[in-house]
Nanobody
Framework: QVQLVESGGGLVQAGGSLRLSCTAS????????MGWFRQAPGKDREFVAAINWSGGWTTCTDSLKDRCTISRDNAKNTVYLRLDNLKPEDTAVYYC?????????????????WGQGTQVTVSS
């Protein structure tokens, strides 16, 4: 079992930046592929970013590629998501997820563990 705890959400002005953190416990972190998803009010959960076990491979969803950075620190059991130039449409609950697949995983159904989510609100 893996426990995931997100932090770093909050209220941010449009144009600002935010770094979310997700700390894992319960399983060897470097054996996990990690990802971030988000869910805006009234919308389905959507993929944001993913990173493989080593951090050597990353991907962000096309709509965020120029504003999104995902990284991880296996020594700290933590994965990070940085979003720049935030827009009101980035307002959502952001979820961290862990997969027993060690590669890049963009499909929510392939993630085995989920955090509780952290709210990000971008004001215009």
């Amino acid at each position: 079992q893996v426990q995931l705890v997100e932090s770093g959400g909050g209220l941010v002005q449009a144009g600002g930046s935010l770094r979310l953190s997700c700390t894992a416990s319960g399983r060897t972190f470097s054996n996990l592929g990690m990802g971030w998803f988000r869910q805006a009010p009234g919308k389905d959960r959507e993929f944001v970013a993913a990173i493989n076990w080593s951090g050597g491979w990353t991907t962000c969803t096309d709509s965020l590629k120029d504003r999104c950075t995902i990284s991880r620190d296996n020594a700290k059991n933590t994965v990070y998501l940085r979003l720049d130039n935030l827009k009101p449409e980035d307002t959502a609950v952001y979820y961290c997820a862990a997969s027993r697949l060690t590669g890049l995983t963009v499909v929510a159904a392939r993630y085995d563990y989920w955090g509780q989510g952290t709210q990000v609100t971008v004001s215009s």
